[in-house]
T-cell receptor, first 117, second 112 residues
Framework: DGGITQSPKYLFRKEGQNVTLSCEQNLNHDAMYWYRQDPGQGLRLIYYSQIVNDFQKGDIAEGYSVSREKKESFPLTVTSAQKNPTAFYLC????????????????FGPGTRLTVL | GENVEQHPSTLSVQEGDSAVIKCTYSDSASNYFPWYKQELGKRPQLIIDIRSNVGEKKDQRIAVTLNKTAKHFSLHITETQPEDSAVYFCAAGLSGNTPLVFGKGTRLSVIA
């Protein structure tokens, strides 16, 4: 888990503003994911990428955009089109390493808590 | 697509007792079933996972069982301790290299 970092820890967005959440990993993982967590709900998939320069929409991609120019980085932009962005955003990465839980397992970063002012 | 149902949503147990959380899934193609523990304000931490080629897996006080025919899997925590108090999530996916679908979580409280 320590190999996945997210920044900032807290982020405040004004109406109509785009903001970008950072996710970096040094685990040599091929796959990276963005999930959104709302109170009382499980995690929902926004976007994922299984290889550099390629990414796929998840269940709730509307109002979000991503890029995957480097294996280590998968930034998420929350655009003004996302009408209810206040949530806890979690980045995860997986595969490429062996360990206690096997070679294909997802680990989470510490999260970014986004609040709309 | 996959749908994961988790219950109960809240669970209180006395310290030392066992806790069981159950999940069902809908997609018979799913082969990977992890469990995560999340403490307040923290990231989900993987505590155990199981793949479809086994029916049960144990790691110290925690165990997971899988019934692929019935499409359900369960988390068992024995000899619960106050530090086990957290929200637990089950998830299902084709593999650990593919997106996961999560249950809505179970808030476990262990009462000393």
């Amino acid at each position: 888990d320590g190999g996945i970092t997210q920044s900032p820890k807290y982020l405040f967005r004004k109406e109509g503003q785009n903001v970008t959440l950072s996710c970096e990993q040094n685990l040599n993982h091929d796959a990276m994911y963005w999930y959104r967590q709302d109170p009382g709900q499980g995690l929902r998939l926004i976007y994922y990428s299984q290889i550099v320069n390629d990414f796929q929409k998840g269940d709730i991609a509307e109002g979000y955009s991503v890029s995957r120019e480097k294996k280590e980085s998968f930034p998420l932009t929350v655009t003004s089109a996302q009408k209810n962005p206040t949530a806890f955003y979690l980045c995860a990465s997986g595969s490429g390493t062996s360990g206690r839980f096997g070679t294909d397992t997802q680990y989470f970063g510490p999260g970014t808590r986004l609040t709309v002012l | 697509g996959e749908n994961v149902e988790q219950h109960p949503s809240t669970l209180s147990v006395q310290e030392g007792d066992s806790a069981v959380i159950k999940c069902t899934y809908s997609d018979s193609a799913s082969n990977y079933f992890p469990w995560y523990k999340q403490e307040l304000g923290k990231r989900p931490q993987l505590i155990i996972d199981i793949r479809s080629n086994v029916g049960e897996k144990k790691d110290q006080r925690i165990a997971v069982t899988l019934n692929k025919t019935a499409k359900h899997f369960s988390l068992h925590i024995t000899e619960t301790q106050p530090e086990d108090s957290a929200v637990y999530f089950c998830a299902a996916g084709l593999s650990g290299n593919t997106p996961l679908v999560f249950g809505k979580g179970t808030r476990l409280s262990v009462i000393a």
